[in-house]
């Protein structure tokens, strides 16, 4: 590959300001979360604030050495990155420690080293090549397949590494194939699958059937068959009081759900004979989406159940309110709301925070970081940092929407993706309103794994952006 000989040349100065912005305050954040009044030295070469140093140091060479490759070579290489990247997943799943449960990291010496907060990179990358190809098309099962080996391969092993909150990161690149043409109503079911399993869980199962069941009568209706719907909500009603009745008189409880079961069964067949009879195509779809709908929603119990861990399902419980465990499991949630409440509008001032000074607040350099922003800047200092973040995603979509290549563009809108992820999760965890699965704040987290993750990320973008005028392919 040839090397630029202007390297620097185009670049995007006002996003680069951003990102200094946003590193600089995140430095003075992890200082504070770690500031001992009576320690003597807390710069010390052990200390998180001077370890976040030479992280910050090393990544201006990084960055240097970034804009002095070609363009060329993240597209002839995205391949080769992406299969490294899952090589190395692999190996710390079977060699790797293990650290706070979940066995994803490798200990070189004092230094550790998490590759999944580089997959992401590499999945970028690999999926900006599958779909900038010149024959690519999103309906095609081929592109599918492979679309779908370069999202979930990676959160597959690191679901397998037992760290949930990096496996849910990929999901973001949803929002990638959205913006290159998939269907919305992908994102309406993933919307709406989201939503009925929030609802399972804070409501009797048999609630969330009839409102979905409503919801496919009404679809029906509005599908210019409203004599169709009407019969179906009545057969449904009367085949539920007869198996009800039935359940009573024969002293056996069937609860609710069978008998309304039973209801949507027998005005399933009378539909499915209308769509033979009228050929009506798109109320065949509806009745596959229905009774795929209620197995999703019957299912949601077994699987939170059965398959989540105990302390996944303690820590969803808590989020939604069901359980109040503020020294247990909701402790660090708690502690962080207290946090971020005591700030106030002005905050308490930079090194002033006692929760901060006092470590009430564990992982509060990694995790709950933004709670340290909140008890020391208040509300002008959170609405600050997430001012900035919102100008950093929208200077990243416009960037991206004004690249000729296709590879730059589909790239950039998976950089923008996955740190609208981790901004929206991390801010949601620390005031509640999303469970704790321990991803971090980009350029606020204290580690180097994240933080250089999130830097090559950004950079390798700034780098396409400065031959936005060529068809990278």
């Not at 990179?121 to 095609?140: E, I, P």
């Not at 539920?240 to 609710?256: A, C, H, M, T, Y």
Request: proline share 3%; hydrophobic share 55%; net charge positive.
């Amino acid at each position: 590959m040839r090397v630029t000989i202007r390297p620097y040349k185009n670049i995007d100065w006002f996003t680069v300001a951003i990102y200094s912005l946003l590193v600089v305050f995140g430095w003075l954040n992890i200082y504070a979360a770690n500031f001992d009044p009576e320690a003597t030295e807390l710069l010390r070469s052990s200390s998180e604030p001077a370890k976040q140093l030479i992280w910050i140091g090393l990544s201006l060479i990084m960055i240097g050495a970034l804009f002095l490759i070609d363009s060329k070579f993240f597209v002839e290489f995205a391949y080769i990155f992406f299969g490294i990247s899952i090589l190395l997943l692999l190996m710390a799943l079977l060699f790797g420690v293990e650290i706070n449960g979940a066995k994803a990291w490798f200990q070189l010496g004092p230094v550790r080293f998490q590759p999944a907060e580089l997959t992401k990179v590499a999945a970028g990358l690999a999926l900006a090549r599958v779909m900038s190809r010149y024959n690519f098309q999103m309906n095609s099962w081929r592109y599918v397949l492979k679309m779908g080996m370069v999202v979930f391969l990676p959160a597959i092993i690191i679901l397998m590494q037992n760290d949930t909150g990096s496996a849910l990161v990929y999901f973001a690149f949803f929002l990638v194939f959205f913006r290159e043409g998939m269907s919305p109503v992908v994102l309406f079911l993933g919307a709406l699958a989201a939503i009925v399993l929030v609802l399972s869980l804070l409501y009797p199962t048999v609630y969330i059937m009839a409102d979905l069941f409503l919801l496919f009568a009404g679809y029906v209706y509005f599908e210019k068959q409203k004599k169709a719907a009407l019969i179906i909500v009545g057969i449904t009603a009367l085949v539920f009081i007869l198996i009800f009745g039935v359940s009573r008189l024969l002293e056996k409880d069937f609860g609710f759900t069978i008998p309304f079961l039973a209801g949507v069964a027998a005005s399933t067949l009378y539909l499915t004979g209308q769509v033979i009879v009228k050929r009506l195509p798109g109320i065949g779809i509806g009745l596959l989406l229905l009774w795929g709908m209620l197995g999703y929603t019957y299912s949601t119990h077994y699987v939170f159940d059965s398959v989540l861990s105990d302390y996944q399902k303690n820590r969803i419980l808590v989020m939604l309110g069901l359980e109040n465990d503020p020294q247990g499991i909701g402790y660090n949630v708690n502690q962080s709301k207290i946090a971020i409440g005591s700030g106030g509008f002005y905050g308490k001032g930079f090194l002033q925070g006692t929760q901060t000074k006092f470590d009430f607040v564990p992982e509060q350099s990694t995790d709950f970081i933004f709670c340290t922003v909140g008890e020391e800047w208040g509300f002008l200092g959170t609405s600050m940092v997430i001012l900035l973040f919102l100008i950093l995603l929208f200077r990243i979509l416009f960037l991206a929407e004004r690249q000729h290549s296709a590879f730059s563009r589909i790239y950039g809108y998976g950089v923008a993706a996955i740190f609208f992820m981790h901004i929206a999760i991390n801010i949601g965890m620390t005031i509640g309103l999303a469970p704790v699965i321990g991803i971090p704040l980009p350029f606020f987290s204290y580690g180097g794994s994240s933080f250089w993750g999130f830097t090559i990320l950004l950079f390798i973008f700034l780098k396409l952006d400065t031959n936005r005028a060529e068809l990278i392919r």
